[in-house]
């Protein structure tokens, strides 16, 4: 750990320096016998496959404080990768999202309930192109040599809307090239842009000297292996990119300090008062970047016996100076957890950044760095910034590595991070406590006696209201709307946000843990290693890790999947009645939600004999009964706590002589404490 | 200071029963809601082995599941009213003014109670006035005589602190959100954001002062115009401000110094048996009594200071024209 500024070469991955040749990767050194185990199983299907990567960046930007607008340009280096010839390029424009109120982001469901009308000049937001080019030059370099065509576009496109109607929308450009471009052939795009940086919106923008600048400049969409783009308007902070290399060099005014994806390879000052920042990374999706005048920098390298080492860079705000030590330990936490479960983290870098305060830019991942988010008074055992910085570490490796689609399933690294944050939270950062913050959320109170579930998500008990609005397998973009709960406010004021949240974060972080207890955990974990590794600088869809699933279970477990991800039905399995007659003795558990899965029940009588029963759960009740003469003591369905979907957990035990009185009592007397405290209030302005 | 401290503390040994039955108006106002919510968590524990995981600490899985499907006041229920909590949250909703947003029928209760304390406002102060133990006759009586008085001042006062908390608190936190919109240290937004809330506290505590002297002097002056006693006490807070605000600074900080001593005994979670939640709720009654006892306090120890203040500014200026009983300084005893 030092504090000394950044002065480093070379971008390539962890220990390896790695050259391209004719579709395939030479490695030729590797920093352990672990890690070339590691890194060969990582990318042997990579080299039997051929490279993924499509798209190249050189970027050069320059950022002006004043008129808070970035001038740059973008050298593209984009091979078809389709099968077929492709007629056009589609670029995303993301900031267009907050050119004005019309835009699908600002008009959709979730962002609705805005007034944008008092909003301020500064912070609206565009992406321009003032430039656009494009070299076609064939399909190896003796073709380009001998024919060299370049094409200008420039004012030769158009935006679209692939996802709704909504012709305002400009967040998808549309450049029709002037011959289709064949398999394989690889095109030299040039993009001159100028992109105003907003307010902070959707984790990115500027407050004060703090800039965070994610999606930023003329991005390529995908191309699918049948010649269709995937490339959705920007309606939803979810993104889908193909791999590639980038080197950027950022211009900033002097003396700020600079973090972004990939590693600095060099730092020129000058002569006009400003410095530029070179950056270089390979095999990644984005390019994001901060820079600010504030930042104190410290440096920690994360060493493991059998993983890759990763110097980790932390971006730290002056308020949060004593916070260093827990960032580092979450951030470790991740990569040494993530790392013995899943597979390595391969870049051997990573840059941590403390966002500024209500930046808005907490709390979001980009390959080889990412925002972790926390407080000036953050209490040790409240989680934060421990859960956020192991949440957004953890998508290095969910969406950072396993590229899956986020804006058709975002659950695929969103759900997969959330279990995955749970299990290292669990293991590193138990017990938590319950906070509550006074003055504005200003000052923490930390109740020791308020213990948090082990699990950052422990249940589907809150989410009651927001599991049946929405299938788990519509795409993430179309989810929602979201849904006015007339239930609780008949003047619509309170609704839920809709499905995506839940069926995106908990959902499918209950589904895995629940697949984890049903299958057992060295199972589960050989199929998410398994799902990683084959997955790692890929595009995986829920197939494939259904597919996985199965094949390493040795299951079919489509029923599963029918319950969870092609269902909005709920599970819940109760305890009804336990009866008992002299002798007999009954018991009846029922289903009450409408999915289906088998659970056990445990039936434990006075004298210590325990009844296991295993029920396939697909009947609406079921009653077990004995003849026998002590008394049933508890009753407990799912006593393993396999089915963590279920979305009550409180009926799903029976217990003879529970101090419900007496719990009931206890807390309903401090809750009198604070009521009486109420009326005091208002006696006080009496 | 501290004399009237002391005196006032006299005053209220003198009422304490009205003490006792203002803190018994406020137990038995709270015991009808507090045993429909006994009802919902118990009715959901019933036969629940998480009934056990309550009884013993806390079980963030079941709370959970309970608010969720929670309607009325169960949805008021939240597990930081353990321990200090309790106190913290509603005194903080108190500043924020969202005390007055609480569920509605809570509202409604509360204002029920206040109706209690301005009515016993009269007794009270009529009590300190002969500074002699009321017959509880003579409390219903004196405090109906001055009920349609103070019922007047109060609704005076709440446009005091509908000013306060509609105009006052939005337009400082506008203020602030201009002056802090490009502040990227959370210490500044905080500092600034104490110094909004002492500015909301001070304005509070100005409307209290204002409101308790204009009662005081509406009963030791024996007013019948609330503004001419409004006027009285205003000219006799911006005149004696010193000696007005420290006697209340000092109120304040016996308060805060009660809330210290809460926070140091009040109970967590970790009662597992009916003695233990018996004594938990035992010591929440007694700083609920030491809060009613202490806005009795407030009130003896400024009437103590309203009479010294009158006697000065009587022997300053002959021509008091309100003044139409006189009494001993020394002794309280109307002469």
């Known amino acids: 750990m030092t504090d000394s500024r950044e002065r480093n070469s070379g971008g390539q991955l962890s220990g390896i320096s790695s050259v391209e040749k004719e579709g395939k990767m030479e490695i030729k050194c590797l920093s352990s016998v672990q890690g070339r185990v590691w890194l060969l199983s990582v990318f042997l299907p990579w080299i ?70 008092d909003w301020k000049d500064d912070e609206w937001a565009y992406n321009e192109i003032d430039e656009l080019s494009v070299s076609m030059n064939g399909n190896s370099e003796l073709e380009a040599a001998e024919n060299p065509t370049s094409f200008d576009l420039t004012g030769n496109y158009s935006f679209i809307q692939p996802d709704d109607e909504n012709s305002d929308d400009r967040t998808v450009l549309r450049a029709v090239l002037p011959r289709p471009a064949q398999p394989d052939e690889t095109l030299v795009i040039k993009v001159g842009f100028r992109t105003k940086v907003p307010r902070p919106f959707a984790r990115t923008g500027y407050r004060g000297d703090y800039y965070f600048l994610a999606h930023w400049f003329p991005k390529l969409g995908v191309i699918e292996s049948d010649g269709n783009w995937n490339c959705h ?16 060099r950022l211009t900033v005014p002097a003396g700020w300090i600079v973090g972004a994806t990939g590693k600095l390879v060099a730092k020129d000052d000058n002569p006009d008062g400003t410095a530029t920042h070179t950056f270089h990374q390979e095999e990644v999706h984005a390019f994001t970047w901060t820079t600010s005048p504030h930042f104190l920098e410290h440096r920690k390298r994360f060493e493991h016996p059998s993983l890759p080492a990763v110097d980790m ?36 870098h990573v840059t941590v950044v403390d966002p500024a305060y209500k930046s808005r830019s907490g709390g979001m991942e980009y390959p080889t760095l990412f925002t972790g988010g926390s407080r000036w008074l953050s209490p040790e055992g409240s989680g934060s910034p421990e859960g956020v910085t192991v949440h957004e570490c953890g998508h290095q490796f969910w969406f950072g590595l396993v590229a899956n ?25 138990s017990p938590r406590y319950l906070v509550r913050r006074y003055l504005d959320d200003f000052v923490p109170v930390l109740f020791r006696d308020l213990q948090q579930s082990p699990r950052s998500v422990a249940g589907l008990g809150g989410n009651r209201s927001e599991l049946k609005l929405d299938i788990m397998s519509k795409p993430s973009w179309q989810s929602g709307p979201a849904a006015f709960r007339r239930d609780v406010d008949p003047g619509s004021r309170v609704y839920s946000g809709g499905a995506y949240g839940v069926n995106s974060y908990t959902k499918p972080a209950m589904m895995l843990q629940t697949l984890e207890r049903y299958l057992g955990w060295e199972t589960f974990q050989r199929i998410m290693a398994t799902y990683f590794e084959r997955y790692s600088f890929g595009h995986p869809g829920p197939e494939d890790y259904f597919n996985t699933v199965a094949e390493i279970s040795g299951q079919d477990l489509q029923w599963f999947w029918d319950e969870t991800f092609n269902s909005s039905d709920v599970f819940d399995y109760a305890v009804d009645s336990v009866v008992s007659h002299g002798n007999r003795k009954s018991v009846v558990i029922r289903r009450w939600g409408e999915a289906t899965f088998p659970v056990q029940v445990r039936v434990t009588f006075e004298n210590g004999d325990q009844v296991l029963e295993s029920w396939d759960g697909v009947d609406r009740w079921i009653r077990y009964s004995y003849s026998r003469p002590e008394e049933i003591q508890t009753v407990e369905v799912d006593p393993s706590h396999v089915l963590a979907l279920d979305i009550n957990r409180t009926n799903n035990t029976w217990l003879r002589e529970a101090p419900s009185a007496l719990a009931a009592a206890k807390w309903s007397f401090k809750w009198m404490i604070w009521l009486q405290s109420v009326l005091e209030g208002f006696a006080f302005h009496i | 200071m501290l004399q009237h401290l002391k005196r006032g503390l006299h005053r209220t040994i003198i009422c304490r029963e009205a003490v006792i039955w203002l803190y018994l108006t406020n137990l038995i106002l709270v015991l009808v809601p507090t045993l429909l919510l006994f009802g919902e968590i118990e009715e959901s524990l019933t036969n629940r082995v998480m009934a056990e995981e309550m009884s013993k600490g806390y079980d963030d899985i079941w709370f959970k599941e309970f608010s969720a499907e929670a309607k009325g006041l169960g ?3 939240d597990p930081t009213v353990t321990g200090i909590g309790a106190i913290l949250n509603s005194l903080d909703s108190q500043l924020s ?29 009529q009590a300190f006035n002969r500074n002699a133990p009321p017959s509880f006759a003579s409390f219903v009586s004196d405090s109906g005589a001055f009920f349609g008085r103070f019922f007047r001042i109060t ?14 608190k939005p337009g400082v936190e506008d203020l602030l959100a201009y002056l802090l919109r490009e502040e990227i240290d959370e210490r500044i937004v905080f500092a600034c954001t104490l110094g909004k809330y002492l500015l909301v506290a001070l304005s509070l505590a100005a409307l209290s002062m204002l409101s308790d002297y204009t009662k005081i002097s509406t009963v030791v002056e024996s007013r019948h115009s609330i503004l001419l006693a409004m006027l009285r006490s205003l000219r006799l807070c911006l005149a004696q401000f010193r000696s007005v605000a420290g006697l209340y600074l000092m109120l304040t900080l016996v308060g805060l110094l009660l809330l210290l001593i809460y926070s140091i005994v009040a109970p967590g979670a970790s009662q597992q048996s009916w003695p233990g939640v018996i004594l938990a709720l035992a010591l929440g009654q007694a700083y609920i009594i030491s809060r009613v006892w202490l806005r009795v306090l407030y009130l003896g120890s400024q009437f103590e200071l309203f009479r010294e203040l009158q006697n000065l500014d009587r022997q300053g200026d002959g021509n008091e024209p309100s003044i139409e009983k006189t009494e001993s300084a020394e002794t309280g005893i109307i002469a």
């Open chain 1, 48 to 117: 039997m496959l051929g490279p993924l990567l499509a798209t190249d960046y050189q970027i050069q930007a320059r950022l002006d404080t004043d008129t808070k607008i970035i001038q740059g340009t973008a050298t593209i280096t984009w091979i078809n990768r389709a099968s077929v010839p492709v007629e056009d390029l589609r670029f995303h424009l993301y900031y267009n999202a907050w050119r004005d109120a019309q835009s699908s982001f600002l008009t959709s469901n979730r962002v609705s309930m805005t007034d944008f009308s």
């Open chain 1, 233 to 248: 308007q920007f309606i939803q902070t979810e993104f889908f990119s193909d791999f590639g290399t980038y080197d950027a």
């Open chain 1, 313 to 348: 860079r932390l971006l730290l705000m002056p308020d949060h100076a004593g916070q260093e030590k827990r960032y580092f330990r979450a951030t470790e936490a991740a990569l040494r957890l993530y790392g013995e479960w899943f597979g390595a983290y391969p870049y051997g």
């Open chain 1, 405 to 429: 689609n986020e804006f058709e399933h975002a659950w695929l690294d969103e759900g997969f991070n959330t279990y995955s944050t749970g299990r290292v939270m669990e293991k590193e950062f």
């Open chain 2, 75 to 77: 949805s008021t229920f």
């Open chain 2, 97 to 125: 003014g969202q005390l007055f947003l609480t569920y509605l029928p809570i509202v409604a209760l509360a204002c029920l109670y206040a109706l209690f304390w301005i009515f016993a406002s009269g007794g009270l102060l």
């Open chain 2, 155 to 168: 609704v005076l006062a709440a446009v005091g602190y509908a000013l306060v908390f509609g105009i006052l």
